[in-house]
């Protein structure tokens, strides 16, 4: 339930009245993952340290206890759970595009490696490819927007480059997470023909209560805010700059297409 900005986890009575705000952290819960009433645990995932990364916490129904079973960085998502909550399975990922499955027994204190793809990932070091730049953009509000930019290996400000805007926007699902990205090597395929590739989360998708009964109406007044914010940029050809997104983003794309004329393609 939203307390003080962020989703928090609560406890309510049988008549439904609150009683006990389980997590006190202000950072928004994700997903109840599950409850334990052997040992009275609820287990659910948490956004920190902030809403680009995602952990796995357990606490008690009364808010004791509190502590976190994936200390990894990055976005952590559960697989799968003994039915008597004694082994754990989860997944953690980053921007890196490392992902790496462990398995958890609380029951004997041991935490293994299930699998992980480091080899690929030390392939693509050497084949040269981009890192994502994560960074914020205000807003005319004092809003930060989470973005990140990808470019082109011999990126040189002194020239003009291409742009492609990837954007999705809808509530509840972000583009500029820590996390295995499915895009990412198609991206990296227009970095190194010179584009640039700029994501960046509109109202919407973290900041859902904004837009309720206005979906697209904040989120196209966050596009052109990130237009004149990138435009404004020395190292930009403000004339080639591109929009696209899938689902909601195919939607904002085609806003973008007939709000603006920012956009050649």
Known sequence: TPRNGFSKLCRFDRNGHEDKAISVLNYNVKEVLGYNPFLDYIYFSLSEPNEMNKKIYRAMSDGSSLGFISPEEGTNTLLGMANDFSQFVYSNTTALQEYTVYGV?????????????????????????????????PTVDNMQLQAWAMKPPLFNKANKHPILIYVYGGPGHQTVTNEYDYDYYWQQYLVQKGYVIVSFDPRGTVYEDETYRQLGTLQMEDIKHVLAYLKAQP????????????????YLT???????????C
């Open 254 to 264: 085609l806003m973008g297409m007939t709000r603006t004329k920012d956009f050649k």
């Open 235 to 250: 190292w930009i050809d403000t004339t080639r700059i591109g929009i696209e997104g899938w689902s909601f983003g195919g």
């Open 105 to 137: 027994d609380y029951q004997k204190e041991l935490k293994s490696v299930i699998c992980s793809n480091k080899t690929i990932v030390e392939i693509s070091a050497k084949m040269g490819l981009t890192e994502k730049e994560f960074f914020t953009i």
